[in-house]
């Protein structure tokens, strides 16, 4: 016994030393591996054809050494801690998971079994017997109501399979549902493919012969009784349009009138006038008459008896049929177009979907969810399971008479993976589903157990993800990552330079050289002046203030509103950049004034070579003003934090 775990372990130490071997670490910073893996990613992705700024292998060695170094810092300073950065990353990750785990696969004989069965079209009139106490305030059921309700139903059954029983007759009878009741063929529902049943009845109904009677289908309402009246070829689809004149339900004479009406539309027909306008005109089905007649596609038994069978019943596209009559009125039918049962791989999706929105969820991804049981090693407990499981058969489970028992109960019920899932993390989770009549019955314990183990297996799934596709776990390490650079960086560079005035002035005066213009600048204030004399008048005013002291004056002494005498504009400028600074800085020509304004006055100075604060280059001084602070923030970085790089970098593919 021992030699064989002393082989187990060796095995696996092999393993592990095989993974490493080919994903080595080729860089150490403050005491975290960096693995080749994750270093290529960063690299191929920063260095593809598609790359604005490539660099040789060694600068980015230094760039990757860099960026893990400020990561190291934002660690440093808990900032991976904060609310806000789990918040974030959270939600990266729920968004990157989603293409990884909607790769569950499904149960392909389901599928197909269904697209079969839709070449097959069935006619059909039902018989409900509902539970006790469906439609009623509180509706609950146990074992005992749905045997009662199915030994009802049976019986029902057994009495239309009397040789001389008329269904509808039994109908009328005996069923809950007081809507097919009303019908003129009572329960008759009509014609239907299988794209249009729910899962559970589709089954029976293409199991039951024409002229049998299924068993009792149970739903969650009650049981279903489903007589099969007819079963054909599906013809699929035909578009066509009509022209309909209504008939008034008395007076023959008037009956006679519609008669004639559409025997002249039909002989206007005959005669060449065109189907379109003349449905625009006369036909009182006003929303297709705006078509022209036009009723787009639709499948066979979607239209009354009359109607259905004469328009597929007709071959050319184009053709027109004789007037018809139906309970509507007197119709003419063109035929716009024909096509068959769409594809397996045109109804895939449409066969996913209706499975999905109709809650059998579970029985499309059977297979997938098989798969993750294995990938998971998980093994329920019998034991307990039956012990809930005998208890739903008494209280439905989303009842505090069936969760209270149970909600401090610690015992296994399944693992997964690694982990021990409760009895009590089972009745939490039953406690926070919504109550709705598909659960308040004892029979619906199953349906969630399986789907609580489901949920339990993707997030295992989930978490595992790293671990199964290294891309994944690359890519959510540079949102790590790159999360953590950001908001390190704007707090020691970023907000830290646009903030710090005083910083900017001494980095400005000590590399003023550095902003030197090819051209001249003129920095301040052009005022226009409605009255030349009010010009004149200003001018003697501050003919000795400094220029920014000038400006403020008139600005303050004749604030821009309205009524003012004056519009300010304040700017730096080059020659060709503004007209009034041309004519009287730069010698240009004379320039026009607009209309209510007799002259203008500049309030500034002119900069031959370099700026006079600043403040007249702010822009390149907060980048340059940034750079320097990274410069000297990554010199303390390298002192802080150590870095080592392994020659297994240069394994970099």
Known sequence: MKKHVFSLVLFLLSIAGFAQTNDPVVMKVNGKDVRKSEF???????????????????????????FKLKVAEAESQGIDTTAAF????????AQLAKPYLSKLAMNEDVLRQTYLRNQELVEVSVLFVAFPSFGKGNFTLVPADTAATYNQAMEIRNKALQQDAVFEDLVQEYS????????????????????????????????????????????????????????????GEVNAAHILIRTPQTMDTLQTE????????????????????LAKEYSDDKVSAEKGGDLSWFSYGQMVPEFNNAVFSMKEIGSISQPIHTQFGYHIIKL????????????RKQIENKMER??????????GIDQLKAEFHYS????????????AKTAFPTDSLFTTPFENNQETLFTVGNENVSVADFIAYLKSEPKTYTNLSTDAFAEKFNQFVYNNLINAEEKNLEDKFPDFRNLMQEYHDGILLFEVSNKEIWDKASADTAGLIRFFEKNKMNYAWDEPHWKGYVVLFKDAKLKKSVQKEIEKMPYEQAASYVIEKYAESETSPVSIEKGLFTKGQNSYVDEVIFNGPKTNLPDGFADF????????????????????????????????????????????IYETIRQVN
């Open 40 to 66: 290529e990613y960063i690299y191929h992705k920063n260095n593809s054809e598609d790359a604005i700024d490539k660099r040789s292998f060694d600068e980015y060695i230094t760039l990757f050494k860099n």
């Open 86 to 93: 789990k918040k974030e990353l959270k939600e990266y990750r």
């Open 176 to 235: 809950s549902d007081e809507r097919t009741k009303q019908n003129s063929r009572p329960g008759y529902l009509g014609w239907f493919s299988a794209m249009d049943l729910l899962p559970m009845l589709e089954e029976p109904i293409y199991n039951t012969p024409v002229g049998g009677i299924s068993r009792p289908i149970r739903t969650n309402q009650g049981y279903y009784l489903i007589k099969i009246l007819q079963k054909i070829q599906n013809p």
């Open 258 to 277: 519609v008669k004639d009406k559409i025997a002249e539309i039909y002989k206007r027909l005959s005669e060449g006038a065109l189907f379109e306008d």
């Open 336 to 347: 716009l177009g024909k096509r068959p049962v769409a594809s397996f791989d045109e109804l």
């Open 358 to 367: 109709t809650g059998n969820f579970m029985v499309l991804y059977q297979t």
């Open 380 to 391: 329920p407990n019998e034991k307990t399971y039956n012990l809930l499981s005998e208890a």
């Open 601 to 644: 006055l500049l309030v500034g100075t002119l900069m031959e070579k370099l700026p006079e604060s600043y403040t007249d280059v702010r822009g390149l001084v907060i980048t340059d003003y940034q750079d320097y602070l990274e410069e000297e923030w990554l010199k303390e970085l390298n002192a802080k934090y150590p870095v080592e």
